[in-house]
């Protein structure tokens, strides 16, 4: 190649690079949507989330105190590192009042720390770790949806009463995993039983092989899977594989969404025991937004994105409400009135964040039981969220200790 | 693998002078126009990428493994200004300390294999250190080390100032980016020479190569630990993505294409990467596609990168770098010859 | 806790379960580190894009299956000739261009490569597993008294077993690969004899690219067809072929499957470690013998 040419792209190349620093525009107010778009945990929120988001953003009017309204998006990969510097970027640079899906505990973790030194808003509607409100609670941050302990209180109390006793966890090493073993295993041991063990299992693990096998020399009467998304499906699937259920254990999903279960199909997945706070296929309400979402995604909404459209609708009201963008006035709105539309029924925001409301206790019908493609679920409980969201060993978040 | 561009072993020409004036000029005002949290990133992985340049331009070792000593340094910072404490300048310190040591235990056993071998057997030590970054629980596993503060510098100097920190890692880089010119243009530096051009010849006249290599590999492990060290102050976050063999990749590809062997290829191949990246942050994957190609790219057509084709243009006729020893153009090189031989002193 | 358990009294049935689940582990070792043996020794080209080509081949076989109904056992066959073929395009069009350089140059080559095909994988099929049902023949499991052992994952090992051995008789001890061989050590002589050699090159190659791609369809159903399998594997077999020595056919065989076993050994006692300790063999290796275990010195 001529030397000419080559310096010619070499000259191109940094000219380019001059051109490198996005113009933001103040007169727009954005709204980010952090999710995995791309691996483990793009079926439960991931672009489904932007899509409610940005029905949401419609259903409001588009705009809010005069100024347009706008949605981005970015995949933050399940990596905490790339989930901080776009939330950093975003909060910086690109106009950004609130950030919400953040799917993955780790990310939501580092996110909520950009959060707090900024005054920003979040609102988590993916991620589960009960950490968000304990010993790591934000002033600005929500924990919308669900999260690790309602999932214990929930599956895990119903398991244990049922007669699970003994229980080995095969864990997620990291933020959630170990979140949802912990608040798990409280309530195991507060109803009576017992836990003979762990595994810790690196996040988007294809074989699970060594560690079922683990698990299954424990001789534990239940298998607590403390994943989620994939690692869930792909643990469940591989489980059968190696006869874990015709060698007498059973296997406790403790976080299973709607996607989750679509993809392992009623043969495989019946008769699992999950919490969800949200169904498709409820209520009337929960059915009427249900179908505008399927309309455009082909696909019913899962509980995580479901939130992702009520937590932007409420913020988008409350600034209204309060007239002002800024982060701490705005959670004094969202914190001053109850939440109850089709996603949460009969929430309020606490001090440490966290938005108590009902869950719900739901067991996968058999396939003979099913009529649709996402006939998928009979509900066994309704929890009330004083019930659900009770932690046996308190809050370490410095709002709400003693 | 050998480009150089300037003659390690004597003076640097005075354009080279003034060009480091110059862009030091322009980093000094760059805070007040571009995003400080983006030079910062581009800063260290610069002297990320120069430490690394050191070991391949100038020694002829590739490592494909030195995110090891970039994310362990970024890690023991991480940790020792979080949770012992430690004040931002002796928690880099002890980064570096420990990135340098780490440099020696692998040096030491990898400088024993040649070309391929040493690249392969620099990852996989890397990727050894990667299962035990995951695994420890220092290091937080997936989560990382989050909320690392970054102090106040010397007790005074507050770090939370976004242009305070720039003009700190500013600093760092400048005095990284010394030590690698003043290791360069010395004894040293001219013993590396010789070692790369022709090792039997060089150990025939009575030098200990394995230890100039050794040397030469430490030191190239003590500054990719600053520049993680430092990184971890300026995001206040270490996690598995620093000790990834992609990030092993990355430099490679910096240096690559700004220029192997050339003083400010790797500053160049960082600045343009990160951007890149930056640009590219919403198009997910293409980002993995497009760095592929410009490896592609670069070995087949590009192999001096950027600074290599720039420089004999912007510096003069004096300093042309001699193109990567393979692919010598034969008639350039007897205009070469010609040209020298018409008249220039040095 | 529950460690010391383990390191104290491993239970049996635990103790070869782990082991035979390691076994599996290793035939893909063993299968991945002897395609890049044979393409290192016989062309000394680093084939960086090895792991790649593996996913190719899984990927390849989800194509098949999902878009023309072609199922797991002719996908065995027609899968690894495609990425074969994608293979000899490569060497031919790139690798050949700069096999007068360095070889460090190969190593970035394919490198870059690797990158540009993972990337665009995971672009559009993201990077958490598609699903490839085990072929019903070999589905269930046996009841081994110890453990359940899927049909599958027998298949596998010895599968690759006959694979691994098949080629080791095709290098060593058969003319073709007296040939090919032969090439290698000094092809300017080679060609005099008459003996087309790039041709051979290129289609050596595409062989051990084959191979590669065959490992992958096996795993297809074992581990999930994902975009990110190659990477995640690539650099432990790269220490496969570093402990078995880096030109030595037979030195990857033994050292893949080798080092499945103690993989699976060290889940048992350490589990933590598994990970690891492949890499730590691969320090004490270097220390010793630098060359592999079976390795002519460079």
Not at chain 1, 20 to 33: C, E, F, L
Not at chain 1, 66 to 73: A, I, N, R, T, W
Not at chain 2, 81 to 101: F, H, M
Request: charged share 15%; proline share 4%; with cysteine.
């Amino acid at each position: 190649m001529s030397r000419l040419a080559k310096l010619a792209i070499a000259a191109a190349v940094l000219g380019m690079a001059a051109g490198a620093q996005a113009q933001t525009t103040p007169d727009t107010i954005r709204v980010g949507v952090l999710a995995d778009m791309s691996s483990l945990y793009a079926d439960l929120g991931g672009p489904g989330s932007v899509e409610a988001a940005k029905m949401a953003v419609e259903d409001f009017g588009g705009s809010v105190l005069g100024k347009k309204v706008e949605v981005v998006s970015a995949d933050h990969q399940n990596k905490p590192d790339v989930g901080s510097s776009i939330a950093r970027q975003w909060f910086d640079q690109q106009n950004v009042q609130m950030i919400t899906d953040l799917t993955t505990s780790s990310v939501a973790l580092a996110v909520q720390e950009v959060a707090r030194e900024k005054n920003k808003i979040i609102m988590i509607t993916g991620a589960a770790s009960s950490d968000l409100t304990g010993k790591n609670c934000a002033p600005t941050a929500i924990h919308y949806e669900y999260d690790t302990t309602a999932l214990a209180n929930g599956t895990g109390a119903e398991v244990v009463k049922a007669g699970g006793k003994t229980w080995f966890f095969i864990t997620a090493d990291y933020a959630f995993g170990h979140a949802l073993q912990n608040d798990t295993a409280s309530v195991v041991e507060a109803n009576g039983g017992k836990v003979l063990g762990s595994v810790n299992v690196p996040l988007n693990s294809a074989d699970f092989s060594s560690y079922l096998l683990q698990a299954q020399a424990s001789k534990a009467q239940i298998i607590g899977l403390a994943n989620a998304g994939g690692d869930t499906i792909n643990s469940i699937k591989q489980a059968a594989e190696f006869g874990i259920v015709e060698g007498g254990q059973k296997l406790a999903a403790l976080l299973l969404f709607i996607s989750d279960v679509h993809s392992l199909g009623l043969k495989t997945a019946q008769g699992l025991n999950l919490t969800e706070s949200f169904y498709w296929d409820q209520d009337d309400q929960t059915r009427a937004w249900s179908k505008k979402f399927f309309d455009r995604t082909k696909k019913e909404p899962t509980m995580a994105q479901a939130g992702v459209y009520s937590a932007t609708m409420h913020w988008l009201e409350a600034v209204k409400a309060a007239n002002s963008i800024d982060g701490p006035t705005v959670i004094k709105q969202l914190k001053s009135k109850p939440i109850n539309d089709f996603d949460i029924r009969n929430g309020h925001i606490q001090d440490d964040g966290s938005l108590v409301h009902d869950m719900f206790l739901y067991e996968v019908k058999k396939p003979s039981e099913s009529k649709g493609e996402w006939d998928l679920y009979k509900l066994v409980a309704t929890i009330p969220g004083a019930q659900a969201f009770k932690r046996p060993h308190g809050n370490e978040c410095p709002a709400v200790k003693g | 693998m050998s480009a150089v561009s300037l003659e390690p072993g004597k003076t640097a020409p005075v354009a080279v002078w003034m060009w480091t004036a110059g862009l030091i000029a322009l980093a000094a005002a760059a805070p007040f126009f571009l995003y400080p949290v983006f030079l910062m990133k581009a800063l260290c992985m610069a002297l990320f990428a120069c430490a690394f340049n050191l070991l391949l331009g100038y020694v002829g070792l590739l490592s494909f493994g030195h995110a090891a000593f970039f994310g362990t340094a970024s890690y023991i910072t991480a940790y020792t200004a979080k949770v012992w404490g430690l004040p931002p300048e002796l928690a880099i310190l002890v980064g570096v300390a420990v990135a340098a040591a780490l440099g020696f235990v692998f040096g030491y056993l990898a400088i024993r294999r040649q070309g391929i071998y040493f690249a392969m057997v620099t990852l996989a030590f890397a990727q050894m250190v990667f299962f035990f970054c995951l695994q420890a629980k220092f290091t937080g596993g997936e989560d990382g080390i989050q909320a690392v503060p970054r102090g106040y510098l010397f007790g005074i100097i507050d770090l939370n100032h976004p242009l305070v920190m720039y003009y700190f890692v500013l600093a760092v880089f400048l005095f990284g980016f010394g030590v690698i010119v003043r290791a360069i243009y010395s004894p040293f530096g001219q013993v590396l020479k010789a070692i790369r051009e022709n090792e039997p010849r060089a150990i025939s006249l009575g030098y200990r190569t394995e230890q100039y290599k050794l040397l030469a590999f430490i030191l190239s492990a003590a500054l990719a630990g600053l520049a993680g060290s430092t990184k971890a102050l300026v995001f206040q976050f270490a996690s598995l993505t620093d000790v990834d063999w992609t990030m092993s990749g990355e430099v490679v590809l910096m240096t690559l294409v700004g220029g192997i062997g050339t003083i400010l290829g790797p500053v160049v191949g960082a600045f343009l990467l990160t951007t890149m990246e930056n640009y590219l942050a919403q198009a997910g994957s293409w980002v993995t596609t497009i760095e592929g190609g410009i490896f592609v790219l670069c070995v087949l057509t590009f192999r001096e990168g950027i600074v290599g084709v720039i420089a004999p243009y912007v510096m003069g006729r004096r300093a042309r770098p001699e193109p990567p020893a393979e692919e010598v153009q034969v008639e350039e090189h007897e205009v070469e010859k010609l040209r020298q031989a018409a008249g220039e002193g040095d | 806790m529950f460690e010391w358990l383990h390191i104290a009294v491993p239970p049996a049935p635990l103790f070869f379960a782990q082991l035979l689940v390691g076994l599996i582990n290793g035939a893909f070792y063993a299968m991945l580190s002897l395609g890049l043996a044979v393409i290192f020794g016989l062309l000394n080209i680093i084939n960086f894009t090895h792991g790649a080509q593996y996913m190719l081949g899984a990927f390849c076989a989800w194509f098949l299956l999902n878009w023309a109904g072609i199922g797991y056992w002719p996908s065995l066959v027609i899968a690894p000739i495609i990425v074969g073929i994608t293979g000899i395009g490569i060497e031919r069009l790139l690798l050949r261009r700069i096999a007068r350089l360095d070889h460090l140059y190969g190593l970035l080559l394919t490198f870059g490569l690797a990158l540009i095909i993972e990337g665009i994988f995971r672009q559009q099929y993201g990077s958490s597993g598609l699903p490839y049902t085990i072929p019903p023949e070999l589905q269930g499991a046996r009841n081994l008294g110890f453990m359940f052992l899927p049909n599958y994952r027998a298949w596998v090992v010895v599968a690759s077993l006959g694979v691994c051995l098949a080629t080791w008789f095709v290098i060593e001890r058969t003319r073709l690969g007296a040939y090919l061989r032969a090439a290698t050590e000094n092809p300017i002589l080679v060609r005099a004899f008459g003996i087309d050699v790039p041709r051979m090159v290129t289609l050596t190659y595409g062989g051990g690219v084959a191979l590669a791609a065959l490992a992958g369809v096996m795993a297809a159903p074992i581990y999930q067809v994902s975009p990110l399998m190659g990477s995640n594997i690539i650099i432990v077999v790269f220490a496969v072929v570093v402990i078995g020595g880096m030109g030595s056919i037979f030195g990857a065989i033994l050292s893949g499957f080798g080092l499945g076993l103690i993989e699976g050994l060290t889940k048992v006692f350490y589990p933590e470690a598994s990970s690891t300790v492949i890499f730590v063999i691969m320090a004490l290796v270097l220390l010793v013998k630098p060359a592999g275990l079976f390795g002519r010195t460079a």
